[in-house]
Each structure stands twice: as structure tokens, then as C-alpha cells.
């Protein structure tokens, strides 16, 4: 016996789609951390407190090296800086792969 064949209509679809959208809409307002790191480094407490104006801390980065883009510190991206309206900005030139964006969280 032979059944007919059923689509959804376009407005079932649209309608979906809005609400696929509103679901979606409540998450857009979520504030997130966001921090570029340049490197890092350990230092003795001594060290530390010796540190004055003009002092210079080496990072375990080389220079050109591309900075780190954490979000809710987790690197997702990297990139290189740059000036903007004479306040520093990055400018993304790698975005990190969902596959070693979980392997972070391991």
C-alpha cells in the first residue's frame, strides 16, 4: 500500500527558524571574559618586590611572537597587535579548532 509523501510547510520552517532564533537570543547577552595574554613569566617573591618604576620582567614569549586570545580563559585564538584611534587592539589571525579547544578542557 502506498502512503503520500509529507513536507513540512514553509511556514512550519519559518517558524522553527524564529524560534531556533529566540532560543538563541537569550544567550547574546551573556558577558564574557576576554584577555589577550602577550607571555608569562615566574618570579621569586623577592624578585617581585624588588620590581620598581622602569623595571623590565622577561616573558617566556620572543618578540613577534603572536599574542593569546582566552576567552573565560581558554585560548580560541591568536593574533597580532595593533594600533586603533591610538588605543591597542588584536588583530585575529588564527582561530583555534573546536578539536583543541576540547582537548583544552581535559
Known amino acids: 500500500m502506498e502512503q503520500e509523501a509529507s513536507f513540512p510547510t514553509l511556514d512550519n520552517v519559518q517558524?522553527?527558524?524564529q524560534k531556533s532564533m529566540r532560543d538563541l537570543d537569550f544567550l547574546l547577552d551573556i558577558p564574557l571574559e576576554i584577555s589577550v595574554e602577550i607571555g608569562?613569566?615566574?618570579m621569586l617573591i623577592n624578585?617581585?618586590?624588588q620590581l620598581?618604576?622602569?623595571s623590565v620582567?622577561?616573558?617566556n614569549k620572543l618578540a613577534g611572537d603572536p599574542l593569546e586570545?582566552?576567552?573565560n580563559?581558554?585560548?580560541i585564538a591568536r593574533g597580532e597587535a595593533v594600533v586603533v584611534n591610538d588605543k591597542f587592539g588584536i588583530r585575529i589571525t588564527?582561530?583555534?579548532s573546536p578539536t583543541e579547544r576540547v582537548k583544552q578542557l581535559a
Open 57 to 59: 620582567v622577561e616573558l
Open 15 to 17: 517558524e522553527q527558524g
Open 52 to 54: 620598581g618604576q622602569g
Open 47 to 49: 624578585d617581585l618586590l
Open 73 to 75: 580563559r581558554k585560548l
Open 94 to 96: 588564527d582561530i583555534i
Open 40 to 42: 608569562r613569566t615566574t
Open 69 to 71: 586570545i582566552l576567552v
